[in-house]
């Protein structure tokens, strides 16, 4: 086992090189885990749709459960003029809960980890909210810059400040993502690290801190994934109820 | 507050990302942009297939199942309160029946009572009346035995002691005599009577 604490986020490839031109295209263990999390959701929540019984059944109960949950967070934050992108929300949701989830097992690898993936996720988000924003407002979205009641002396600090403030969204959502799952892991794997060389005598302190870090990192991804959603349902309901 | 909770997380998480940096030595393979570009291809497939899927096949599906339930539900609701609507009719119909009959009931009773009261005066009256007749046909009976009486007990006394005084001494006496002493004795006897 390696001992240094960032190993465990080495990508290396599975199976043969696949290039296409100059680009390398192969399948990773990153990738691996990517289809492992959507093959595992879209598993449990079809078997969790198949029956319509009057009376759930647990599969059932966890879809529904699921839907609802997100289906009143959309509602929330974004109101009912967020309805047509129910089916993204929940699936960014679901996908970046899994990714985490998965990445609690011992010895897989955290998608949702790498800053690259984290960021194509959030600019995805960005540039569709803007183009929400924009198709809405047309370019009364601009609008978003300025808030309304501010002397006009402010103005053109604040119109700077909310334009700045615009364009760190994705960075911020992404970053936020994961740096959280990125510290956790590499937490844990210290922690196990010390476990291991203070041997038998010295080991259970590292050991309880890495159990009580479990529970925590288990609290955070699904802290994580929730965050995400939540914010890019704040992030729409700014594109279609244009507040300022 | 939950977005107190996003603001205060961030700093955090920059104070773990310090942490590590200190303790890592080969540097983050995060930013080694060797499999950027695999990883881009890859989360946008799938996460493409997992998009599509979604909307298309699982989330109307559950959405269907939501909205069948809840309608069910409604319905069996309604039905449930129909049913109860009717029973409520039904037992204030049955208690109006109970009340009618009782009251009715109470009617019968009532004549059936009055007419029985009415019969029995009336038999009574009936009675009364004979029972008044006979009696005053018996008490003058009595009366006319009780004023007949003492003439005829004096005559019996007359002819017995007549026919007494002939079996003993053989003697003829005179009735005229003998119904003078006889009335002379019942005369005191009946002071005597009516002395005591």
């Known amino acids: ?244 | 507050m939950i977005r107190n909770i996003f603001f205060s997380q961030i700093p955090l998480s920059f104070l773990f990302l310090v942490e590590t940096f200190a303790a890592e030595s080969g540097g983050m393979p995060q930013l080694n942009p060797e499999f950027w570009i695999s990883q881009i291809f890859w989360l946008t497939i799938t996460f493409g297939f997992l998009y599509i899927i979604l909307s298309k096949l699982i989330l109307p599906k559950i959405s269907a199942n939501l909205e069948t339930r809840k309608s069910q539900i409604m319905e069996n609701i309604e039905s449930a309160e129909k049913q109860r609507k009717d029973s409520e009719e039904k037992i204030k119909e049955y208690d109006k029946i109970i009340q009618d009959s009782r009251i009715q009931a109470k009617n019968y009773f009532n004549q059936a009572r009055e007419k029985i009261l009415k019969d029995i005066s009336e038999k009574r009256e009936i009675l009364d009346k004979d029972l008044s007749e006979e009696i005053n046909k018996a008490e003058l009976e009595i009366q006319d035995l009780k004023n007949k009486s003492p003439e005829k007990i004096t005559k019996i006394a007359i002819e017995t002691s007549n026919d007494l005084i002939k079996q003993l001494i053989g003697v003829e006496v005179n009735n005229s005599s003998i119904s003078a002493i006889v009335e002379d004795l019942s005369k005191r006897n009946k002071k005597e009577y009516h002395g005591n």
């Open chain 1, 1 to 244: 086992m390696a001992t240094n604490p960032m190993n465990q986020f080495e990508v290396y490839r599975i199976g043969p090189e696949i290039k296409l031109g100059s680009i390398d295209l192969s399948f990773t263990n990153a990738s691996l885990f990517m289809v492992i999390s959507s093959i595992a959701i879209l598993v449990i929540f079809n078997l969790g749709s198949k029956k319509n019984s009057l009376i759930p059944n647990k599969m059932q109960l966890l879809a529904e459960l699921s839907y609802t949950f997100v289906s009143k967070m959309i509602s929330d934050t974004a109101g009912s003029k967020a309805k047509p992108y129910f089916a993204f929300i929940f699936s960014i949701f679901m996908f970046v809960l899994f990714c985490n989830m998965f990445g609690m097992i011992p010895y897989t690898f955290t998608v949702t980890s790498h800053i690259i993936v984290t960021f194509m996720l959030a600019a995805f988000i960005f540039i569709g909210v803007t183009i929400i924003g924009f198709i809405k407002h047309g370019l009364g979205y601009l609008k978003l810059f300025v808030p309304s009641g501010v002397p006009v002396v402010l103005l053109p600090l604040i119109v700077v400040i909310e334009i700045i403030s615009y364009l760190s969204r994705p960075i911020s959502l992404s970053v936020r993502l994961f740096a959280n799952m990125m510290a956790g892991h590499t937490m844990m794997k210290v922690f196990g690290g010390f476990v291991i060389s203070l041997g038998i005598i010295g080991g259970w302190l590292p050991l309880s801190f890495s159990v009580a870090l479990t529970g925590l990192e288990i609290l955070v991804a699904f802290l994580q994934a929730y965050v995400f959603a939540i914010l890019t349902c704040i992030y729409l309901n700014d594109a279609l109820n244009l507040h300022h």
